[in-house]
């Protein structure tokens, strides 16, 4: 939400939201990947509710959006694998409803945005490289559908999580490595459809190639801003330690008692979607069962981090795994293939219900219903030892055997109803009476029969009655969205208090949320976003509490301090959560632009040192990289320099400077690629001062400087992503002419001869 209003502001207004004031002391905006500025669906949910205002119900529709097309892109997919309406909703309802995409993805909408997409884009790459109408499935190039899923995963990228898109990419190329597998026979014969020449085979391994640089084409003007802000952002320094953590090794408990360990539960699939996933993998022994089933496999292990061996050989190996931190997401993968499985495993059971009594055989759905059977003694075997331990401890709320026994209880419950199903199954309505009785199975296969009906609708009742049950409240917050959109008291305060054309900002003490600065276009030195400078980020925790404010421009501190090392005075405070909240406004508080006639060149770990000293004066003397080469003069008397901020917006400045002698102007900016700045109309390069703030040269006299944001990763991102855009606009058009010329061929006289 505050990303959002933010945005809405700046396109409200005519700009481009590349640059954002109001967190960090300023940070990129555009290049945070997470602010998915360009991604189609959030534009859209700006461009509805633009007549009503921006508002947190629109974000929560776009949620309930992606949600819907969770459910509708899988059932997609798995009904172009299975051939199977109920297959591909059963699985369809346990992906959209399973305990990890309602868990915290629908709380950070650019991971719930980007997952959704991996089930259109497995479709449409299936339909690029295979021909499923006949009997028999054969390889063939599909150039629209290629087109279709390229632009699929460029809208993929575009949706802002990096991690989970990467989790995306790694999966389309597994898929497409496994079709090459099994299909390998059919490459060496060269049987492609409709290409029958040597060329279709290389067209079958370029056509993935093709989708992957048009995703990366598409989403460039996304990506490369963002790569060089993570360049040069803390990520960029993260270690094994800070990379590894997962899954504690006691979540599994989880997929059978959801909420036993923590109050998500990701790996939740429901009882019924799971173990028609396990018969799925264990005992049909089809290829495409065999990877969703090794594939689950593989991502539940890594969903544990450094927990298990897994992840070390990913962190040092594959490209990605290094720089994402919270190796639990891997959990979406092992959600999508279970959903896939259990779709398997629904059309396995239905379409195997009637077996021949001639044949002599065992019906697979009885020798479902008995492995059922097993599950649910031991379950109620569990639910009397967790109710002999509650029973021993003396029935107390806070016994964990509490918990325990409520979830195995709901956990037999489940079982019996899943066993009770399979039973049902069996039975058919017989022609006399119209009453349900028992009867022998037919020696065929009724798919209309009601056995086959009741079973169908019994399995899809029960996964929902499941899913809903264990993941419904996950999310659901007590108050109203009104209420966590209303301004903050002390926001309100800070605003009552300072002058109306003051330029300031504010020390936030996690007082109130990080991101609050943005949509209340207030500035602060602290932020919510996992991407932050990594040279601030330094300063911002080494230097002490004054000097940071000097050097900030701080002139608000909201906090828990009654009294501060600074003199200020308190303008509000307001009772919270057993202490009390604070504003104070200092007594001094430093300008944000001024004019330096010393400079000082030192490394890095000196000029920290040196700031943080207390006989240093950052308003007499700048401290520079080694190497700037930068000679002053200090002006004559007492004389001194004059600033005036003459207009102000995120990414432009424009200042009147007055100077006796050469100086330094030194921005309370930080310093960072993309920053171009002139003085009377030239060219002025931008120097790193002070750490990570900004410093431009001014000559003796009157300067006009004007700094603005310009930077060249986007201007280079955005030509790529027009560029791809414009080839794929023509490749459309082409593939629609050639198509349509096609048909009309079809339908020419003589044509047959």
Do not use: C
């Amino acid at each position: 939400w505050a990303f959002s209003t933010f945005e809405v502001r700046e396109l409200s207004a005519g700009r481009l939201p590349l640059w954002n004031p109001y967190t960090y002391a300023g940070a990129p905006f555009w290049a945070d990947i997470q602010s998915a500025v360009l991604y189609p669906l959030s534009l859209l949910t700006l461009l509805l509710s633009g007549p009503w205002g921006f508002s947190l119900f629109a974000l929560e529709v776009e949620a309930i959006l992606h949600f819907w097309l969770a459910g509708a892109f899988t059932y997609l997919f798995v009904r172009r694998l299975t051939r199977h309406r109920g297959a591909a909703l059963f699985a369809a309802i346990t992906f959209t409803f399973a305990g990890y995409l309602t868990g915290y993805p629908s709380q950070q909408l650019a991971v719930l945005e980007t997952a959704v997409w991996l089930p259109l884009l497995l479709y449409f790459t299936d339909r690029a490289l295979l021909d499923r109408s006949g009997e028999t499935t054969q390889i063939r190039l599909s150039f629209p559908d290629t087109l279709a899923a390229g632009l699929v995963l460029g809208i993929a990228l575009l949706a802002g999580h990096p991690q989970t898109a990467m989790f995306v990419l790694y999966t389309f190329i597994l898929y497409v490595m496994f079709l090459a597998l099994i299909y390998r026979k059919q490459l060496a014969r060269g049987l492609l459809t409709p290409y029958h020449s040597p060329k279709g085979a290389y067209g079958l391994f370029l056509a993935p190639l093709f989708i992957i640089l048009t995703g990366l084409g598409l989403s460039a003007i996304a990506w490369l801003p963002g790569l060089e802000y993570m360049r040069l952002s803390v990520r960029a320094a993260g270690f094994y330690e800070k990379m590894s953590g997962g899954f504690p090794l006691h979540d599994p408990i989880q997929i059978l008692l959801p909420g036993s360990v923590s109050f998500y539960s990701p790996l939740y699939m429901g009882v019924l979607p799971l173990l028609l996933a396990l018969w799925a993998a264990l005992a049909l022994r089809r290829r495409e069962t065999i990877l969703w089933g090794v594939l689950a496999a593989a991502v539940f292990l890594l969903s544990f981090g450094g927990e298990t061996f897994l992840y070390t050989p990913f962190y040092l190996l594959a490209p990605g795994f290094s720089i994402f931190r919270n190796q639990e997401r891997a959990a979406f993968i092992f959600s999508f293939s279970i959903a896939v499985l259990a779709g398997y495993g629904f059309k396995y059971q239905l379409s195997n219900l009637h077996v021949s009594k001639s044949a002599n055989r065992q019906s697979p759905s009885a020798g479902f219903r008995r492995f059922v059977g097993w599950l649910l003694i031991g379950t109620i075997g569990m639910v009397v030892l967790f109710f002999y331990g509650l029973n021993n401890t003396g029935w107390q709320d806070d016994s964990p055997f509490n918990l325990l026994l409520s979830r195995s209880v709901w956990l037999a419950f489940l079982l019996a109803l899943t066993w009770g199903a399979t039973w049902i199954g069996d039975w058919r309505l017989t022609e006399k009476s119209g009453s349900i009785s028992y009867a022998p199975p037919p020696t065929t296969p009724q798919n209309g029969s009601i056995g086959y009906s009741l079973l169908a609708a019994s399995f899809l009742l029960i996964a929902i009655l499941d899913l809903f049950t264990a993941n419904w409240k996950t999310n659901i917050f007590p108050s109203l969205p009104e209420a966590q959109t209303a301004v903050p008291a002390v926001v309100q305060a800070i605003r009552e208090d300072a002058s109306p054309n003051d330029i300031f900002r504010v020390y936030n003490e996690f007082r109130i949320y990080e991101n609050y600065g943005m949509p209340y276009e207030m500035e602060d030195g602290w932020g919510a976003s996992p991407l932050r400078l990594a040279r601030y980020d330094e300063m911002y925790r080494s230097l002490r509490m004054e000097r940071l404010w000097e050097l900030l421009n701080i002139k608000y501190v909201i906090t828990w301090r009654e009294e501060l090392y600074a003199p200020s005075e308190i303008i509000y405070q307001e009772p919270s959560g057993g202490d009390v909240t604070y504003v104070h406004r200092l007594h001094q508080v430093a300008p944000r632009a001024w004019l330096v006639y010393q400079v000082q060149e030192m490394n890095e770990e000196a000029t920290l040192a040196q700031l943080d000293a207390f006989e240093f004066d950052p308003a007499q003397m700048a401290l520079l990289p080694p190497e700037t080469s930068l000679s002053l003069e200090t002006p004559p008397g007492d004389e001194n320099g004059q600033i005036e901020i003459v207009s102000r917006a995120p990414n432009f400045w424009a200042l009147n400077v007055t100077t006796p002698t050469d100086g330094l102007l030194v921005l309370s900016e930080i310093y960072y690629p993309g920053w171009q700045a002139t003085v009377d109309g030239l060219t002025t390069p931008i120097m790193s001062v002070d750490y990570a703030l900004r410093g431009i040269q001014v000559r003796a006299g009157q300067n006009r400087v004007e700094v603005s944001y310009q930077p060249v990763t986007f201007i280079l991102g955005a030509l790529i992503s027009v560029i791809t855009l414009s080839i794929l606009i023509a490749l459309g058009i082409w593939s629609w002419v050639r198509l349509r010329h096609g048909r009309a061929d079809e339908h020419r006289p003589g044509l047959e001869n």
